[in-house]
């Protein structure tokens, strides 16, 4: 009977193993992810929020009144992401929580004034010509 050695995984192997499809989803949705940074900071170099506010603050432009499960779910982010992310934004004057009238142990978020500006912002420079907001 031969005995099997296992052995410790070199990097060289596990570079190997990173040659794939997932790898380049990976890479690409990384890639993805600098672009729509550097696109939010041209268009308001003085907006210090992150990509993930920004969508949230789209999100919720879109659909008012919606509770937090809901846009995490339309964000495809985890419950705990969304309460974080709308603290930050809650902090800032960006967001409000109230309480839903229809069920009061649910909240809905709604933006402020301020909040409905950022996203003008965002939306009027997602309408430009793509080549220029890369």
Wanted: aromatic share 0%.
């Amino acid at each position: 009977m031969t005995e099997v050695v296992q052995r410790t995984p070199t990097p060289a192997d596990v570079d190997a193993l990173d040659v794939g499809p997932e790898r380049e989803l990976a890479d690409t949705v990384a890639r993805l992810r600098r672009v729509m940074r550097r696109a939010a900071r041209s268009a308001d170099p003085g907006n210090a929020l992150s990509v993930a506010q920004l969508e949230l603050l789209s999100a919720v432009s879109e659909n008012p009144g919606a509770r937090p499960s809901q846009i995490a779910r339309h964000l495809h982010l985890a419950p705990n992401s969304v309460t974080t992310l709308v603290n930050g934004l809650t902090t800032l004057g960006l967001i409000t929580r109230s309480s839903n009238p229809d069920d009061r142990r649910t909240v809905q978020l709604t933006l402020t004034d301020t909040g409905a500006g950022s996203r003008t912002t965002l939306a009027t420079d997602q309408r430009r010509d793509p080549a220029e907001r890369l």
